[in-house]
């Protein structure tokens, strides 16, 4: 089979071309002809040797992808060949840069009609961690206000479509104004723009917006310095969700910034989470009905052929984009 290996770790360019032997689905798998596999950041931490969990080269990344089931192993139920599926896949396992993929079948979920497969693969990693991190974690409730930072990401734009959809108000954190027209557009009610508001000058700007009383909810993917403004930001018994560190650098955190407001900190890791009991099955199903129903939109704004993957990295870390980049791996 086709696939995109990482030879060793470094820059876009260690992302290679190769063939490699076709799996077979074993007990409790599903064997998936791969369609489309979404590109995360976390892809691009594994192959820079900066993700945590990562192993060592040669790696197959990809941590989602829609596609057909073509195979079935021994003890699987409920999954037949021939159905369009989404799966997601977790840390250190073959990932999904490649044109067959052996899934475990708990995390395999049949796709309902009205979502094709480009978009479906978008689903998993950002709209799972959004719709976790939102509901069980935070239990946003309706009318309650939310700040989501990096509101232009894939996390980013899954949040504020699903805050917006429970009745909350959203506060989206974007750091253009072509960006924070494009959240608006996604159900923002304001938007925080931080080449307006640099430094903590958002926090600020979020304090006037929410009456000087501050979020009930702030939903954090950037770490470092933002997180410990998180902390400040959010207001009496309100909830900071961290659920990743693009930034790359320690939070330097004042516990007085928190403690005093009888807040709350969880964090939040995907795949840790998986390997911890969730099935993530019935929330890949409900997003996807979503979909289906028009209640949720999948920002997909770049798709490339599996071949340049490298060129899908790079495009990924100017963090210019909006929404999510998907690689074609089926052959048209």
């Given at each position: 089979?086709?696939?995109?290996?990482?030879?060793?770790?470094?820059?876009?360019?260690?992302?290679?071309?190769?063939?490699?032997?076709?799996?077979?689905?074993?007990?409790?798998?599903?064997?998936?002809?791969?369609?489309?596999?979404g590109?995360n950041?976390?892809?691009?931490?594994t192959?820079?040797?900066?993700?945590?969990?990562?192993g060592?080269?040669?790696?197959?990344?990809?941590?989602?992808a829609?596609?057909?089931?073509?195979?079935?192993g021994?003890?699987?139920?409920?999954?037949?060949p021939?159905q369009?599926v989404?799966?997601?896949?977790?840390?250190?396992?073959?990932?999904?840069?490649a044109?067959?993929?052996a899934?475990?079948?708990?995390?395999?979920?049949?796709?309902?009609?009205?979502?094709d497969?480009?978009?479906?693969?978008a689903?998993?990693?950002?709209w799972?961690?959004?719709?976790?991190?939102?509901?069980?974690?935070?239990?946003?409730?309706k009318?309650?206000?939310?700040?989501v930072?990096?509101?232009a990401s894939?996390?980013g734009?899954?949040?504020?479509?699903?805050?917006?959809a429970?009745?909350?108000?959203?506060?989206?954190?974007?750091s253009?104004?072509?960006?924070?027209?494009?959240?608006?557009?996604?159900?923002?009610?304001?938007?925080?723009?931080?080449?307006?508001?640099?430094?903590?000058?958002?926090?600020?700007?979020?304090?006037?917006?929410?009456?000087?009383?501050?979020?009930?909810?702030?939903?954090?993917?950037?770490?470092?310095?933002?997180?410990?403004?998180?902390?400040?930001?959010?207001?009496?018994?309100?909830?900071?969700?961290?659920?990743?560190?693009?930034?790359?650098?320690p939070?330097?955190?004042?516990?007085?910034?928190?403690?005093?407001?009888?807040?709350?900190?969880?964090g939040?890791?995907?795949t840790?989470?998986?390997?911890?009991?969730?099935?993530?099955?019935?929330?890949?199903?409900?997003?996807?009905?979503?979909?289906?129903?028009?209640?949720?939109?999948i920002?997909?704004?770049?798709?490339?052929?599996?071949e340049?993957?490298?060129?899908?990295?790079?495009?990924?870390?100017?963090?210019?984009?909006?929404?999510?980049?998907?690689l074609r791996?089926?052959?048209?």
């Amino acid at each position: 089979m086709r696939a995109v290996r990482i030879e060793a770790f470094g820059g876009p360019e260690v992302l290679v071309p190769v063939e490699l032997p076709d799996p077979q689905a074993g007990p409790g798998e599903v064997l998936v002809r791969v369609a489309a596999a979404g590109v995360n950041r976390a892809d691009a931490l594994t192959r820079s040797g900066s993700y945590h969990r990562a192993g060592r080269p040669p790696l197959l990344p990809g941590l989602e992808a829609s596609g057909t089931v073509l195979a079935v192993g021994p003890g699987v139920s409920g999954i037949r060949p021939g159905q369009r599926v989404v799966a997601i896949g977790a840390a250190n396992e073959p990932g999904f840069y490649a044109e067959l993929a052996a899934v475990p079948a708990a995390r395999v979920a049949v796709l309902p009609d009205g979502v094709d497969l480009t978009h479906a693969a978008a689903l998993p990693v950002a709209w799972l961690t959004a719709r976790y991190t939102l509901r069980t974690l935070a239990r946003l409730a309706k009318d309650e206000t939310v700040v989501v930072h990096a509101a232009a990401s894939g996390v980013g734009s899954a949040a504020v479509q699903i805050a917006a959809a429970a009745g909350a108000r959203v506060v989206a954190v974007t750091s253009s104004r072509h960006k924070a027209a494009w959240v608006t557009e996604l159900g923002a009610d304001a938007v925080v723009d931080t080449s307006e508001h640099p430094g903590e000058g958002w926090v600020e700007e979020v304090r006037r917006l929410t009456g000087g009383h501050g979020p009930e909810v702030v939903l954090d993917a950037v770490g470092g310095a933002v997180f410990a403004q998180s902390l400040r930001a959010v207001g009496y018994a309100g909830r900071v969700v961290a659920l990743a560190n693009v930034a790359l650098e320690p939070s330097l955190v004042d516990t007085r910034d928190f403690y005093p407001k009888n807040a709350s900190v969880q964090g939040f890791q995907l795949t840790n989470l998986m390997e911890h009991g969730y099935d993530p099955r019935p929330d890949l199903r409900a997003i996807a009905e979503g979909v289906a129903a028009g209640t949720y939109r999948i920002p997909v704004e770049t798709v490339l052929p599996l071949e340049r993957a490298a060129e899908a990295h790079e495009g990924l870390e100017r963090r210019g984009h909006l929404g999510k980049t998907v690689l074609r791996v089926a052959r048209a």
